[in-house]
């Protein structure tokens, strides 16, 4: 019976396969820029370790040391028992980093874009997405329940015109952009998108996964490099890629991160972030 039940699996594999479309996983042996692939020594450029972070000597020992005070767990969700000093210490880089009020970690980037845009947004607002944005955007604006529409990859023109015709429909607006976009490396116009959001009363989210650490004299980010720290945007970005370590982040004015603690799904139903990563090594410029 179970067979039956299950039977579609089966179906669906001979279709992924039929389609070319069946991927498996290559085990690589570390994080460095060499890697060895059937007995060979090749430069890795697929890596998102852009610093070569990730293997730095700095952040494993200061790794270590965090698991040797604090355990390899954080034990509860960070509102009820799973908070400690280094949490805080880490938001706290992460804001002074991004030139924001305050900052709020979650176990991944994904999950920081779940949690924020599906608390930011619902059945009666309105989210405008560049097409070519990442993955856990999308998710974020289906899990929000709100009117969600892709327009041209950073096609202003194409977001104006939706924004003309649907805007005035709904309560709120939010408008969600990767600043760097992960397959082409291209960069979204991000002054335009602001002015525009003020223009037609909508909010602005930026993923930064791809900026931080890499644009920037201070490593903040696209937001940073194209001088737009004085607007009014929520920031997004993950320590998985230039920062070499794990785990998601917002970064904020102090009520927007308040309210993200009261309200962000996926990270108050969710254990604490591993109080593991260390605050980034580089300068933080303040
Ligand atoms: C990698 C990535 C994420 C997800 O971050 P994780 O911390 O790996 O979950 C989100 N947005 C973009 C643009 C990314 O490239």
Redesign the pocket.
């Known amino acids: 019976m179970g067979a039956e039940i299950y039977g579609w699996i089966d179906r669906a594999l001979i279709s992924i396969h039929r389609a070319g479309w069946f991927r498996q996983v290559r085990t690589l042996d570390g994080p460095g820029p060499v890697i060895e692939v059937e007995g060979r020594a090749l430069i890795n450029f697929a890596s ?1 370790d852009y610093l070569g972070l990730a293997s730095d000597p700095r952040l494993k020992q200061a790794a270590i040391g965090a698991i040797e005070q604090y355990g390899t767990g954080a034990t509860g969700s960070r509102l009820v028992t799973g908070q400690r000093p280094i949490h805080r210490e880490l938001e706290r880089a992460i804001a002074a980093l991004k030139g924001t009020e305050d900052a709020l970690v ?1 176990s ?6 779940l949690g924020t845009v599906g608390s930011l947004v619902g059945k009666r607002d309105l989210v405008l997405g560049d097409r070519y ?5 999308k998710a974020g604006a289906q899990v929000s329940g709100s009117y969600y529409l892709e327009y041209g990859h950073c096609s202003v023109e194409n977001l104006k015109n939706i924004l003309i015709i649907e805007r005035s429909r709904f309560q709120r607006c939010l408008i969600l952009t ?1 600043t ?3 397959m082409d490396g291209d960069i979204c116009p991000l002054v335009e998108i602001l002015d525009l959001a003020e223009q037609f009363e909508a909010m602005v989210l930026v ?4 900026g931080t650490g890499v644009f920037g004299e201070g490593g903040g980010g696209c937001v940073e490099y194209l001088g737009c720290r004085g607007r009014t945007l929520v920031q ?6 230039a920062i070499g370590a ?3 982040y917002v970064a904020g004015t102090k009520p927007m991160i308040d309210f993200l603690r009261n309200r962000a799904a996926s990270w108050i139903y969710s254990t604490g972030y591993r109080p593991l990563t260390p605050a980034p090594p580089w300068p933080v410029s303040s």
């Open positions: 998102n979650f991944s980037g994904y999950a920081a874009n944005n990442h993955a856990s955007l990767d760097v976009f992960s993923d930064e996964a791809h997004m970005g993950t320590l998985s890629k794990m785990g998601g």
